[in-house]
């Protein structure tokens, strides 16, 4: 069995900062992809940030690049995103996800095995 937990969520103003993190246990995630999604109200999950097992390779989706940054800790088990300069359309419940084996692209929700329950963002302007 894996958990997911986010953490970090909250109200913030339009152009401050939120960290999220995202706790994993229950299993070894060596060799693991892990993920950030956002789903806003009435709208489909949507990829915000995907980050390989070594750091090395990190994506981020157009809305938000040169805003957010994902990050890891293999020793504690964790994935961060740091959001910067927020803007009311970042507001959303956020998720992180783990891809175990699946050679899907990382963008791609279907590649993704456990989630998290999600932690709110919301930005007001």
């Known amino acids: 069995q894996v958990q997911l937990v986010e953490s970090g969520g909250g109200l913030v103003q339009a152009g401050g900062s939120l960290r999220l993190s995202c706790a994993a246990s229950?299993?070894?995630?060596?060799?693991?992809?892990m993920g950030w999604f956002r789903q806003a109200p009435g709208k489909e999950r949507e990829f915000v940030a995907a980050?390989?097992?070594?750091?090395?390779?990190?994506s981020h989706a157009a809305s938000v690049k040169g805003r957010f940054t994902i990050s890891r800790d293999n020793a504690k088990s964790t994935v961060s995103l740091q959001m910067n300069s927020l803007r009311p359309e970042d507001t959303a419940v956020y998720y992180c996800?783990?891809?175990?084996?699946?050679?899907?692209?990382?963008?791609?929700?279907?590649?993704?095995?456990?989630w998290g329950r999600g932690t709110q963002v919301t930005v007001s302007s």
């Open positions: 229950g299993r070894t995630f060596s060799g693991t992809a």
């Open positions: 980050i390989s097992w070594s750091g090395a390779m990190t």
């Open positions: 996800a783990v891809r175990l084996t699946s050679q899907l692209p990382l963008g791609t929700e279907r590649a993704y095995d456990y």
